[in-house]
């Protein structure tokens, strides 16, 4: 594997800076089962400290349903993104937002766990999203694939079969994803109300210095400047 250059990390004060950080792969090794991974005390501590040095401006951006993500990180909660943008929480102790699971979607996991009952065949149920994952069980990747494929007709418009190393997942157009540039934009839109949302709850507070802070994050995003301040 060829690694790039180093950059330096830059200097973050927490002031107008907000963190979203991808969890498997990037915080926590890859684990055989999706349940396997595990999450050290020294880990929590540190998205605590962040959590507080930037303000609430912490959030996990993930593929994991954000009940998982809870109970990987508990007692820690924190604001996600999870299904790849199909779940989200905007406030660590607020509601989940989520899309429904299709009807044809579950009988569809109904039958792979029927066929590949007898193999180390991992059937991920993740709401309008369906990992299959065959990290232990790589000959029948081939086989669960066309099985699939075959029944992406009798899902509703719009699913799609996205292939990785150790498996695939199905999903609809609208779950973000790396490279992804609809969904990303999609996300982009999103952003001001959670801004705003954001703002909303700071000023019911009295976090006069956060809203301060969204308040020129809104003004970035509009493309808008700063007035020029003339000494007298």
Do not use: C
């Not at 029944?151 to 609208?174: C, D, S, V, W």
């Not at 969904?183 to 801004?195: D, Q």
């Not at 019911?204 to 301040?229: F, H, I």
Request: net charge negative; aromatic share 6%; hydrophobic share 45%.
């Amino acid at each position: 594997m060829t690694v790039g250059p180093v950059r330096a990390a830059p200097d973050l004060d927490g002031s107008d800076w907000a963190l979203f950080l991808d969890i498997d792969g990037t915080l926590l090794d890859y684990a055989e089962h999706p349940e396997a991974v595990a999450v050290s005390d020294g880990l929590r501590d540190l998205l605590a400290g962040l959590e507080r040095k930037f303000g609430g401006a912490v959030a996990f951006v993930t593929g994991r349903p954000v009940a998982m993500v809870d109970r990987l990180f508990s007692p820690l909660l924190l604001p996600a993104a999870g299904v790849f943008g199909l779940e989200h929480r905007l406030k660590p102790d607020g509601p989940v937002e989520f899309t429904g699971t299709p009807a044809d979607l579950d009988a569809l996991a109904d039958e792979l766990e029927a066929e590949f009952a007898g193999e180390s065949v991992f059937i991920e149920r993740k709401g309008a999203v369906l990992g299959v994952h065959t990290r232990t069980a790589p000959h029948v990747l081939a086989r669960a694939t066309e099985l699939v494929e075959r029944a992406l007709a009798r899902l509703p418009e719009g699913y799609r079969l996205l292939h990785g190393n150790i498996g695939f997942e199905l999903m609809p157009l609208e779950a973000v994803k790396a490279g992804d540039h609809v969904a990303a934009r999609k996300a982009a839109m999103e952003h001001m109300s959670f801004v705003e949302r954001s703002m909303a709850e700071a000023e019911r507070t009295g976090d006069w210095q956060r809203v301060s802070r969204l308040r020129l994050r809104q003004r970035s995003d509009a493309g808008e400047t700063e007035p020029v301040r003339k000494r007298s």
